[in-house]
Every structure is written in structure tokens, then in C-alpha cells.
């Protein structure tokens, strides 16, 4: 009897064995990655990731499809990737403070911040002032001394409204003590476009977004609002033509996240591949010749990088 019920147990064992399959789960990635954009094509943040796609397979061993999911300030697009599936092939293009101003000053936001891990950060884009090549403004000052004889009446495009770019222009009007009317469109590229269009008499833009531009003569830069002079670009800082520290508080951080639940291999692997794309000399010329100021963190620094965005938003978010 003992031995029946002993090969009773050694079939049923053997027989659990069969009907529950061990699935590996396949070498990550084996198929090409989607990057969503949340923003319009020719902005800063679909310039640079079209520029990393051009170069990263080679060390994702995948390329990389970008699509762009434009709408509401870059919200619609981090919505879907809160919903994507956690499984590495979805990722987004970041940008702070956008992401954070969306969760602090709307209600009803679908996505939060803690519903993403934030692979990197490659690039930090700050914001210009513009011009036409025929605009009656040839300068900073001269945008300023209108604006103080004229409050209001001066159209500026940007990203937005309650966007990074809408803080840094209202940033600006406080320190200068001046008052314009921000037209927001829905991305720096839009806001280019407007410009060029006459729609507007200036347009406060990301240098990413308006370097081709600039260097067809088609606009003309009047101040970079950054600490540093930027490589390549002849503008002056906001320190240097005002003679202000005003804060860069619309400078864009730009990096990859991807949904929290994301494995940490899988997120280990996108840091690996970033990091090296943005080490390779041919990434950086091209990077270079587009005015990209290419500044990688891994994925412990982008988090502290939120972390420190938060609380400089926190203290200006009342200027809306």
C-alpha cells in the first residue's frame, strides 16, 4: 500500500510539473521601442530624441520609433505612458518643470509623478528671447523700454499656457518690472512658427527649437535666460544684458522616463544605452551643430533632479 500511494505522489508531482510551464521572459529588448513625444514635431524635446533614435542602436542593440502625442502642455502624452504596459517598450521624452507644473497647478491630472522611473537626463535646453531679422526690436532693451511705455500691448508666443516657458516670461516681467501678452501655442515649434508668421512681435523659445532658425537669419536671438554663455549660440545672458540674476526657472531638463512597474534590468539597460549615445562623438557634433547643451544624469540624479524641480516651482507657481 505504501508503495502505491508512493507512486501516486511521484505522478502527481511529475504530472504538476508538465501543466505548469516556466516561461523565461525573452533577452531585453527583441523588438523596436516606442518614444512618445507629449509635444508637436520641431520642438525641443522631438528634436532630441529623433537625434538619439538616429544613433542609439547600435547600443540598444533596437531602434527606437518616436511618436508624437501633442496636447494640453505635454499632458496627454505622460498619460499614455502611465497607462503604457511596464515592460520596457514604451518610453517618453521628460521635461522638467513641465511635467511638474501640469501635477501642481491642474486638477483632475491622470498621471503622477510617482507613477514613472526616470532612466536619465540628457540634455538642458534654456530659453531664448526672439526676433524676425525685420523686427523693429533689435534688442533686449529695446523689447523692455516699449513694454514699460506700452503694458500689454506686446505679443509674446511660448509653449503653453501655465508652461515652464509662461513661468520664465512671468519670471522676467517680475524682475524687469514689465508686463507683456503671452500667446500660448501648443509647443516651441508652434511658437516659431507663429513668429515667422508675424502673428506675434517676439516669442520666448527654446534655443533647441530655434537654433535652426537662427542660423538661416530668419530670427535673431536678444538674451539667453541661462547662468552660463551658450557654445556656438552669439547671445548674451539675461545676467549680462540686464544686469539681474533672474532665475532659470523655464530651463528645460530633458530625459527618458518609463512606467514605474518597468523591471530593473530592463531600465538598467536604457540608462546604459543613453549614457552611451550621449559619449559618442558622432552624437555630439550633430548635438553641437544643433545647439543641444548635452548634460547626462543617471537614473539616481534625474530622480533627485525631480525632487529639486519641485520645490523651485513650488516657490514661483504663485506668478500665474
Given at each position: 500500500m505504501?508503495?502505491?500511494?508512493?507512486?501516486?505522489?511521484?505522478?502527481?508531482?511529475?504530472?504538476?510539473?508538465?501543466?505548469?510551464?516556466?516561461?523565461?521572459?525573452?533577452?531585453?529588448?527583441?523588438?523596436?521601442?516606442?518614444?512618445?513625444?507629449?509635444?508637436?514635431?520641431?520642438?525641443?524635446?522631438?528634436?532630441?530624441?529623433r537625434?538619439?533614435?538616429?544613433?542609439?542602436?547600435?547600443?540598444?542593440g533596437?531602434?527606437?520609433?518616436?511618436?508624437?502625442?501633442?496636447?494640453?502642455?505635454?499632458?496627454?502624452?505622460?498619460?499614455?505612458?502611465?497607462?503604457?504596459?511596464?515592460?520596457?517598450?514604451?518610453?517618453?521624452?521628460?521635461?522638467?518643470?513641465?511635467?511638474?507644473?501640469?501635477?501642481?497647478?491642474?486638477?483632475?491630472?491622470?498621471?503622477?509623478?510617482?507613477?514613472?522611473?526616470?532612466?536619465?537626463?540628457?540634455?538642458?535646453?534654456?530659453?531664448?528671447?526672439?526676433?524676425?531679422?525685420d523686427?523693429?526690436?533689435?534688442?533686449?532693451?529695446?523689447?523692455?523700454?516699449?513694454?514699460?511705455?506700452?503694458p500689454?500691448?506686446?505679443?509674446?508666443?511660448?509653449?503653453?499656457?501655465?508652461?515652464?516657458v509662461?513661468?520664465?516670461?512671468?519670471?522676467?516681467?517680475?524682475?524687469?518690472?514689465?508686463?507683456?501678452?503671452?500667446?500660448?501655442?501648443?509647443?516651441?515649434?508652434?511658437?516659431?512658427?507663429?513668429?515667422?508668421?508675424?502673428?506675434?512681435?517676439?516669442?520666448?523659445?527654446?534655443?533647441?527649437?530655434a537654433v535652426?532658425?537662427?542660423?538661416?537669419?530668419?530670427?535673431?536671438?536678444?538674451?539667453?535666460?541661462?547662468?552660463?554663455?551658450?557654445?556656438?549660440?552669439?547671445?548674451?545672458?539675461?545676467?549680462?544684458?540686464?544686469?539681474?540674476?533672474?532665475?532659470?526657472?523655464?530651463?528645460?531638463?530633458?530625459?527618458?522616463?518609463?512606467?514605474?512597474?518597468?523591471?530593473?534590468?530592463?531600465?538598467?539597460?536604457?540608462?546604459?544605452?543613453?549614457?552611451s549615445v550621449?559619449?559618442?562623438?558622432?552624437?555630439?557634433?550633430?548635438?553641437?551643430?544643433?545647439?543641444?547643451?548635452?548634460?547626462?544624469?543617471?537614473?539616481?540624479?534625474a530622480?533627485?533632479?525631480?525632487?529639486?524641480?519641485?520645490?523651485?516651482?513650488?516657490?514661483?507657481?504663485?506668478?500665474?
Open positions: 505504501k508503495n502505491k500511494w508512493r507512486l501516486l505522489i511521484a505522478v502527481c508531482v511529475c504530472l504538476s510539473f508538465m501543466t505548469v510551464p516556466v516561461v523565461a521572459r525573452a533577452a531585453y529588448p527583441d523588438k523596436p521601442v516606442l518614444a512618445i513625444v507629449p509635444f508637436s514635431p520641431g520642438g525641443g524635446n522631438d528634436i532630441l530624441i537625434l538619439i533614435a538616429k544613433h542609439i542602436t547600435p547600443f540598444l533596437q531602434s527606437i520609433a518616436v511618436e508624437n502625442k501633442p496636447g494640453a502642455g505635454g499632458q496627454i502624452g505622460w498619460t499614455a505612458l502611465s497607462k503604457a504596459r511596464a515592460d520596457g517598450y514604451t518610453i517618453s521624452v521628460t521635461s522638467l518643470p513641465s511635467m511638474i507644473l501640469i501635477k501642481l497647478l491642474r486638477e483632475n491630472v491622470p498621471f503622477n509623478l510617482d507613477d514613472f522611473r526616470y532612466v536619465c537626463n540628457v540634455q538642458v535646453d534654456p530659453l531664448i528671447w526672439a526676433v524676425t531679422k523686427s523693429q526690436f533689435k534688442s533686449a532693451a529695446d523689447i523692455v523700454a516699449y513694454a514699460k511705455a506700452n500689454g500691448k506686446l505679443n509674446v508666443a511660448g509653449d503653453g499656457p501655465k508652461s515652464n509662461q513661468l520664465q516670461e512671468l519670471v522676467v516681467e517680475k524682475a524687469l518690472d514689465i508686463k507683456t501678452n503671452f500667446i500660448p501655442y501648443n509647443g516651441s515649434g508652434p511658437s516659431a512658427t507663429a513668429l515667422l508668421g508675424n502673428k506675434v512681435d517676439f516669442a520666448i523659445l527654446t534655443l533647441s527649437s535652426s532658425h537662427i542660423e538661416s537669419g530668419r530670427l535673431v536671438p536678444l538674451v539667453v535666460f541661462n547662468n552660463e554663455t551658450v557654445p556656438g549660440i552669439d547671445v548674451k545672458t539675461s545676467k549680462d544684458v540686464f544686469d539681474l540674476d533672474i532665475p532659470s526657472v523655464g530651463r528645460s531638463l530633458r530625459g527618458i522616463a518609463v512606467p514605474k512597474n518597468v523591471p530593473e534590468d530592463v531600465l538598467k539597460k536604457l540608462e546604459a544605452a543613453f549614457k550621449t559619449e559618442s562623438p558622432e552624437f555630439l557634433e550633430q548635438a553641437k551643430a544643433l545647439g543641444l547643451i548635452i548634460n547626462f544624469m543617471g537614473n539616481e540624479d530622480e533627485k533632479a525631480i525632487a529639486e524641480s519641485v520645490k523651485t516651482i513650488e516657490e514661483y507657481k504663485d506668478l500665474f
